[in-house]
């Protein structure tokens, strides 16, 4: 793609990936394969490029992710330590537990970077893919937290209220995922043939929905506790003429590989860095689409 780069206010999303593996081996997770070879990992590398992203978009979110954000605390903490608080900062994790390193001593990571950590999301699923810490010890961690759920093929609807029950006795709200690797923009917003989006419906109050091109949230409240419905494409650059005909590569998310090579999507395009220094910002274009989403 050569053609020149927007992106909304404040700046595309960086995606970590942490140069370190997990001990998962989770049906749906894309990103396995490229832990095989952990050869030319580099935190200093990956630090150099937070630095380029914070220098260009000093606004913009940071997610890590990976493998496991958790397996190696120093890492992490020096990944954290590159980023400016003018940014929010989110991680995708197990939370897990591992080897060297127990509940509470990644309960006082939490305590010691709950001023840089905006929200830990956690994956738990219905069906159980990963050693799960116990529900009581997420309980306890000090950011704000969110359950990420995967409901992947052949879920257990039966499960989904007694799922929610488990953690809404902790107040935690719960994003309930489809498998992106199956959306197109032609099911993105398709709804009368979206099975989740029907056992959702059916079990659940339905509040409203919001999106943009890339992604939406259908959100739900059970009780006293709020859901989300979430759905994106693979992919997070869409190719848009504008009013004036000036075609643009819109970018959502910006990767930061585990070599610190820059990405501009997720499938394999390098961004370029230079270009992106002169970005055309347009403001985010998340919108409610229906109902009333105030809570």
């Given at each position: ?8 206010a404040?700046g ?19 990103n ?5 070879d ?94 799960e ?20 093929r ?11 029950e ?51 949230g ?10 989300t ?12 003429t ?54």
């Amino acid at each position: 793609m050569s053609n020149p780069y927007k992106t909304r206010a404040g700046g595309a999303t960086v995606t970590v990936f942490v140069p370190y593996d997990c001990r998962n081996n989770c049906p749906f997770c894309v990103n396995k394969q490229e832990y095989r070879d952990c050869s030319g990992f580099s935190v200093e590398k990956i630090i150099e490029s937070i630095h380029v992203m914070d220098e260009i978009t000093p606004r913009c979110d940071f997610v890590f992710t990976g493998g496991e954000p958790f397996a190696n605390l120093g890492d992490l903490q020096r990944m954290l330590d590159a980023i400016p608080t003018s940014h929010n900062v989110y991680i995708n994790t197990t939370f897990p537990v591992q080897p060297g390193c127990d509940a509470e001593e990644m309960i006082a990571f939490t305590e010691r970077n709950k001023d840089k950590i905006s929200c830990i999301n956690i994956s738990r699923h219905l069906q159980k893919y990963v050693e799960e810490s116990p529900d009581d010890v997420i309980s306890r961690i000090a950011t704000p937290t969110r359950i990420n759920c995967v409901l992947y093929r052949h879920y257990p609807t039966d499960k989904l209220k007694d799922f929610v029950e488990r953690f809404r006795k902790f107040g935690i709200p719960i994003q309930f995922r489809y498998d992106y690797t199956e959306t197109t923009p032609d099911n993105l917003y398709e709804e009368d043939h979206d099975r989740i989006l029907q056992d959702l419906r059916s079990q659940f109050t339905y509040m409203g929905l919001d999106g943009c091109r890339m992604r939406n949230g259908f959100h739900f409240l059970y009780k006293d506790l709020h859901m989300t419905y979430h759905k994106t494409l693979p992919y997070s650059t869409i190719v848009e003429t504008d009013e004036n005909g000036v075609t643009y590569d819109i970018l959502y998310d910006i990767l930061i590989k585990q070599n610190g090579e820059l990405h501009s999507d997720w499938t394999g395009v390098k961004l370029d860095v230079e270009k992106y220094r002169n970005v055309t910002f347009e403001p985010y274009d998340l919108h409610v689409i229906n109902g009333v989403i105030d809570f």
